[in-house]
């Protein structure tokens, strides 16, 4: 096959196509399904908390803890793998690797018991390492394939794309869950519950067969006959102490990398946690309201953020990326507040239409907008490696916070308010990136 040229309207769609396939896991898995199916099987046995490592610990604290400390796992290995990558030149090996883990592990969920807590945990555990490890190498992709004028308008069709493909399979699987009966399953509670576990495997085929298309595509990476020795290991550690030591002479790429490390803790806890708030806070009522109400809230975010994603494009074009991202911060503050107060399925979904116009629009922004202040260089795996390096300590943190309030005061309102503190940060931090 011929290499594509770079800005080629193949390879973009090639490049962005990988959203359509990846991002059935963080609708269907992080934020749908699994969240209904996790809280449904404690509500089965009757208990709040199970005991791990000899510690009682709440339902949600006990995801959002695992969560966290499989974010630290991408945290650390995402700088040894792409100095790998970047060394011996083999960035879509690694990503293909973490794809397929992520898939394989969205299906091994079918499983997922609180009899066998440990291994079930392992299997989310490796399911969230695989998603967020490909997506190290997939971002890095962007600054190789797509010249600068070009980036903002392909992030985001690429947030778009996966947008509406997790849409039409979340569909799907609302379908079997509500009525089970139709595929071949019990027409009860029961066979709602092993229509949820079905929807796991679906997934991993999903990811599975439409990253086919961006694999055939998308380039090996800049090959450089390179063999990995053990002096090559930590090169990925050293690459990051490079780039942040390259912060010195680019003000504006510093200011900026801060100002996002804070507000993404945020970004990325509510959106990890959303759907457990509203599967605990809400007055749902009885039989399949909760489930229904939810996955309904879910598609509604995904559907609006598609066009949130394109208002934010046309908004950075016309007033700049730097005040976009200020005005979406100030509007996740207001948020976050609004939700201390909603009790009531019609305030969850009003609160989710909003989430959705700036969920999709504040990730393609900051990734667009990092890609544009980078430096010249072909180095962009190591750029790209530190930008997720901060963006999983953030998610670490505040994961890790938001799992300690919810856990001492018995509570998910009083841990999602806590996290207006880091928008606001974010938003005083984004004034003091240099205009010129």
Not at 257 to 278: N, P
Not at 304 to 315: I, Q
Not at 362 to 388: A, N
Request: hydrophobic fraction near 50%; aromatic fraction near 16%; charge should be positive.
């Amino acid at each position: 096959m011929a290499k594509l040229e770079k800005g080629s309207k193949k390879l973009l769609n090639a490049w962005a196509f990988y959203d359509w396939a990846n991002s059935v896991y963080s609708l269907v898995i992080a934020s749908a399904v699994f969240p209904i199916f996790y809280g449904a099987l404690f509500k089965e046995k009757g208990i709040e908390a199970v005991e791990v490592f000899g510690i009682a610990i709440r339902s949600t604290p006990l995801i959002t803890f695992t969560t966290a400390a499989a974010f630290l796992v991408v945290a650390i290995l995402s700088p040894l793998l792409s100095g790998i990558a970047d060394y011996v030149g083999n960035k879509k090996n690694f990503m293909k690797f973490f794809c397929y883990l992520g898939a394989l592990s969205c299906i091994a969920l079918y499983f997922f018991n609180l009899e066998n807590i440990y291994i079930s945990l392992l299997s989310y555990f490796l399911a969230l390492i695989g998603f967020w490890g490909s997506l190290v190498f997939y971002n890095s992709y962007l600054p190789d394939i797509a010249h600068k004028e070009q980036q903002d308008s392909i992030s985001a069709k690429g947030y778009s794309l996966g947008y509406i493909g997790s849409v039409l399979l979340l569909v799907f699987n609302l379908g079997m869950v509500m009525y089970p009966g139709i595929f071949g399953l019990s027409d009860d509670g029961n066979g709602s519950i092993e229509a949820m576990k079905i929807s796991f495997i679906t997934v991993g085929l999903w990811w599975i067969i439409f990253s086919q298309y961006s694999f055939y595509h998308l380039p090996k990476g800049n090959k450089s006959g390179h063999k990995v020795t053990s002096a090559v290991i930590f090169n990925g550690f050293r690459e990051l102490r490079s780039v942040y030591q390259s912060l010195t002479n680019n003000l504006k790429l510093k200011r900026y990398l801060g100002a996002f490390f804070v507000y993404s803790m945020a970004v990325q806890t509510v959106m990890l946690v959303a759907t457990y708030f509203g599967e605990q806070e809400i007055n749902w009522g009885d039989g399949d309201a909760k489930t229904v109400g939810l996955i309904g809230s879910i598609l509604i975010i995904q559907l609006v953020a598609v066009l949130g994603a394109y208002l934010t494009s046309k908004a950075s074009f016309k007033f700049g990326n730097i005040k976009t991202l200020i005005f979406i911060n100030t509007v996740w503050v207001l948020l976050c507040i609004s939700a201390f107060f909603i009790y009531e399925p019609v305030q969850f979904y009003i609160t989710a239409g909003f989430v959705g116009l700036v969920m999709g629009g504040i990730q393609s922004l900051s990734r667009s907008t990092y890609s544009k202040f980078l430096p010249q260089t072909k180095d962009t795996t190591s750029y790209f490696s530190f930008y997720d390096v901060a963006e999983k300590i953030g998610i670490v943190i505040g994961m890790g916070i938001y799992g300690f309030i919810d856990q001492i005061t018995g509570s998910m309102r009083n841990a999602i308010l806590f996290l207006v503190v880091f928008f606001v940060i974010g938003v005083i931090l984004l004034f003091r990136v240099p205009k010129k």
